[in-house]
Structures are given as structure tokens and as C-alpha cells.
């Protein structure tokens, strides 16, 4: 179940469920009872910082930039904004003109901005990169932009990559990472989404020194003024 009703709000889970079984990222757990005769169940958890839905923070790419626990929790919350990008050709480079014309009038400073498009593409897997992979792709332009629009989040959708080649990669994440814009990488459930505009959170674990957290994410429609 991906979509719920609280009363006149509608509630959508962005976020990928996490099978250990079947996870091919680290995801380990231990379940023990620490209470002899009367069950306390606990669970020792060994997973890395970059599991399904996850929010990647500035300290990913430098060891001088805030970490999770350095940001605020507003960086992690407020107005989400999405676009599924369906007029591009596979494998283009979503450029500031598409931004331009998808989004330029619509994005406010402190939006997180969700980017989508038609190619979608299970990541991390085998056909990442491979015949198969149509995703658009981002780089240094795409970063400026949202650095020039003031964003605080950008999240990636399936039909997006950013981990096309490393001349991408970096930049991408340099430039948007110096200005302390987070990333929210593997959402799921985007088409779920009846609002091009809603209220999101996805506030990860507060522990210092983690430079990305698997996080619960949810869009809300329907609260006013979002």
C-alpha cells in the first residue's frame, strides 16, 4: 500500500521497501531476545549509508561539508515540486532550457524539485548503464540551474541517472553540494501522485558523521498552501 487517506489529505510513500533478502546493497539483520523468560526482542541492523531511499547530504563529496546531522530538519521537509520529463530524446542531457520550460515559473527558492522522466530504469542493477539504459541524464548545467533557483533538495525518479559517467557525476554533485542541496536518490510510487506540486518529508537518522541516510519518504496533498 502506497497511498493513504487522512481525512482530507492524501498521503503518498515515495520510498522503496527494503527486503534484506533480496537487497543487493548491504542490509544485514540480527534479531535477539534480551529479556530471557520475558521476550525484549532487539535487532542489531549493519546496512550502508546508501540504501534504497535514501537523502545524500553535502559530506558525500566533501569531508568539509555538513553531514545529516549538520543541516537543519527544514532541509529535509517543506514544498516538493515533480515533472516527468516525455518530450526529450533517450539518453539526453536534461539541459537549463528544459528546466526552463518545465519548471522556470514554477519553482520557488527552498523547493525540493523531483525530476523524472519516461525512460524508467530500475538503478543499481545490471542494466544500469547498459543497452537498456535510456534514463536522462544531468550534469554541471543541470546543477547550476537548481543552484541558480535557490533549491534545497533535488530527488530522482527512475527515469533519471546521475551515475552515467564520472565527468557527470561530479560536477552534478559538486556544484549543487556546495551550496548544501541535498539529494533524495531510488523514489518510487511518482506516478502515484495526482499534484505536480505537495508537501514532502524525508528526514534521515540524526547521527553525526553520516553522509547519506535511507529515509521515509512521503508527499502530502492537499495541505493549504502547498
Known sequence: MSVYKLGN????DLTKLIDPATETRRCTMFRFN??????????NVDIMTHLGTHCECPYHHDDNWPDVSSLPLTSFMGRG?????????PKAYISAKDLDAALGSKVHEGDVVIIDSC?????????TNGPKDKRLLVNGETAQWMVDHKVKCV???????????????????????????TFIEVLKNLEK????VFFISFAPMYIKGLDSCPVRVYAIEGLEGF
Do not use: W
Request: glycine letters at 10%; proline letters at 6%; aromatic letters at 12%.
Open 34 to 43: 534480551t529479556g530471557g523468560a520475558i521476550p525484549d526482542f532487539h535487532t
Open 193 to 196: 501522485l495526482e499534484k505536480d
Open 81 to 89: 515540486i515533480y515533472h516527468e520529463f516525455t518530450g526529450l530524446q
Open 155 to 181: 530527488g530522482f525518479g527512475d527515469g533519471v541517472s546521475i551515475e552515467n559517467c564520472n565527468e557527470d557525476v561530479k560536477p552534478f554533485h559538486d556544484i549543487c553540494m556546495a551550496k548544501n542541496i
Open 119 to 127: 525512460y524508467k530504469l530500475t538503478p543499481f542493477t545490471p542494466d
Open 9 to 12: 489529505l492524501r498521503v503518498i
